[in-house]
């Protein structure tokens, strides 16, 4: 990583003023802002929105009667870069929104026909990253000023067993932090240790709210804190039940990780050097369940929706938006296309999803009143058309053993409970177990990036004796697919479904016998 340019100045507080007027940034008074918000994995997802909109109530109600107690301390569980890149700038950074498309409200153009749109963020007032000082987490958690604690850990950071939804106490993670709960590691032991600061200290009970993409996450997360609290101390798990409050969310910006060319182009906007700016598209919807324990900012400002029952939202955008991108990255990484852009471009994989949505996804939800389904389809395929992010398909790969049940196989139950096709959702399924086998349609090897990787790893093997290298034949690949989907904490009981694994087996058969392109195309969808 490219931290500081040689010839750009760092961003720095005393250096807004010579921002470009283009360039939005703080109008509160940054300097008697104070920590209300622990921010758990301080990541790019979590400082393009839930920090975005945190500025934006910051903003409205600047000069008027705001609450300087919502400042974010921001903690990274395990690396130093973020807190490395973002404290010699006091915490500054910018956000840039990018797009291609006119008319989209954006403003400073980027040149090459794109668009973006600068903001530097000061709400993040503090950045600590947890392995070098514990205590100072769990110190900032049981602090009196904290009302909310944030958390965006990814799918594995909750150490749950995917396919139950239960706290895995066989974690190393959570083994290590039951037996040193003063020096945790978890995210789900920082937050528990955190709280019995708090409750031995007598102060009050707060919000903890998961930002990750699960559905249900505020119950999800509620589940863990409370298995952990019951195995540490009773007490302390009651305290929690009956006081903290577990708001779920739904949270929909992509965020493609930030590239070198990502910092240049910001440096030549600003006319400073961030070391780590975050890019993203403009499109933002965050649906929270108003249920917070100690009050929260003035977030609706930002564009923030609150609502009594975020589950339909989430099923919404689980299901399309995050099970079109897995279906998508897993073909495309086997198929050579790096980047969901270039993916788009490809006429039979546009299709597929256009037809995955509207044919497989779409009945199985929920009606949520007012929304234009017709337009959320439309607008989510030029979502991932925009040229502008370069998100890499490899990306949104990664972790497939904790993102398909909520994103595919929730989907596939919905659909064989109701006895209706479900070829597409297997095609993509199938595009995922054909991606453990590392290694894409030209010969080139790549690392599959999950947790379970071992445990695949030593199914495929298993999997591919039952494949004659010159012939794989659909009872083979039948073979081949039942093994892999045995593992039960991806799959459930789905491995016992006949109409699951008969559907799996062919995509899978096609997949490998036809490639990508010819697995596309037994779809008939393009004439
Ligand atoms: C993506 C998500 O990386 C991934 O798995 O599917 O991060 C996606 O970009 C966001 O959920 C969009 O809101």
Redesign the pocket.
């Known amino acids: 990583m490219e931290l500081v340019a040689a010839d750009a100045a760092r961003l720095a507080p005393e250096r807004l003023a010579s921002l470009p007027d283009a360039v939005t940034r703080p109008t509160y008074d940054r300097a008697a802002l104070r920590v209300g918000i622990v921010h758990l994995g301080l990541g790019a ?1 979590a400082r393009a929105h839930l920090a975005a909109v945190n500025e934006a109530a910051l903003h409205a109600g600047a000069g008027v009667d705001v609450d300087l107690g919502w400042g974010i301390c921001g903690v990274s569980l395990r690396q130093t870069d973020t807190r490395d890149a973002l404290a010699p700038q006091a915490g500054l950074y910018a956000l840039a929104l990018r797009s291609a498309r006119q008319g989209a409200g954006l403003g400073a153009g980027a040149g090459g026909g794109l668009q973006q749109q600068i903001a530097v963020i000061g709400c993040l007032i503090e950045t600590l990253v947890a392995p070098e000082d514990p205590n100072a987490v769990l110190t900032r958690i049981a602090h009196a000023d904290t009302r909310i604690v944030s958390v965006t850990v990814t799918e594995k950071g909750y150490c749950h067993d995917p396919a139950t939804g239960r706290l895995n106490l066989q974690h190393p993670d959570i083994v290590h932090d039951l037996a040193h709960p003063l020096a945790p590691r978890s995210t789900i032991g920082y937050l528990v240790g955190g709280l019995q600061q708090r409750r031995a200290a007598g102060r009050g009970a707060i919000t903890l709210m998961s930002l990750d ?1 699960l559905p249900g996450n505020g119950h999800l997360l509620r589940g863990m804190v409370l298995a952990f609290a019951r195995q540490l101390d009773p007490a302390l798990a009651a305290w929690i039940d009956a006081s903290c409050a577990f708001p779920c969310s739904m ?5 493609p990780r930030t590239t070198n060319e990502d910092r240049r182009a910001v440096a030549r906007a600003l006319g400073l050097h961030d070391a780590w700016p975050v890019v993203g598209e403009p499109y933002l919807e965050w649906v929270v369940e108003d249920q917070f324990a100690a009050g929260r900012p003035d977030w609706a400002a930002g564009g923030a929706r609150f609502v009594s029952d975020a589950a339909p939202f989430e099923s919404l955008k689980l299901r399309t ?2 099970g079109l ?2 279906a998508l990255a897993y073909l495309s990484v086997m198929a050579g296309w790096a980047t969901v852009d270039e993916a788009m471009a490809q006429p039979a994989l546009k299709a597929y999803l256009a037809a995955l949505m509207q044919d497989e996804i779409m009945p199985t939800l929920p009606t949520l009143p007012g929304l234009d389904l017709a337009h959320y389809q439309q607008r989510l395929l030029q979502r991932f058309e925009n040229p502008a992010l370069k998100h890499q398909t490899r ?2 790969a990664m972790d497939g053993s904790q ?1 398909l049940p909520q994103r595919l196989l929730d989907t596939v139950r919905a659909r064989l409970a109701a006895d209706m096709p479900i070829d597409k959702l297997a095609l993509a399924v199938a595009a995922w177990l054909h991606f453990l086998r590392g290694v894409d349609e030209a010969g080139r090897r790549y690392d599959i990036q999950d947790p379970m990787a071992a445990e695949l790893a030593q199914r495929l093997a298993e999997a591919e004796r039952a494949v004659d290298a010159r012939s794989a034949g659909p009872a083979a690949m039948q073979a081949w697919t039942e093994t892999l989907i045995g593992v039960t904490a991806v799959f459930g009981d789905l491995g016992d479904d006949p109409r699951f694994v008969r559907a799996v087996s062919q995509a899978a058969h096609a997949l490998r016998t036809r490639g990508v392109a010819g697995a596309l195309s037994a779809q008939g969808l393009l004439t």
């Open positions: 997802f993409n949270v929909d910006r992509i965020v938006v995050n991108h897995s990306q949104i993102k």
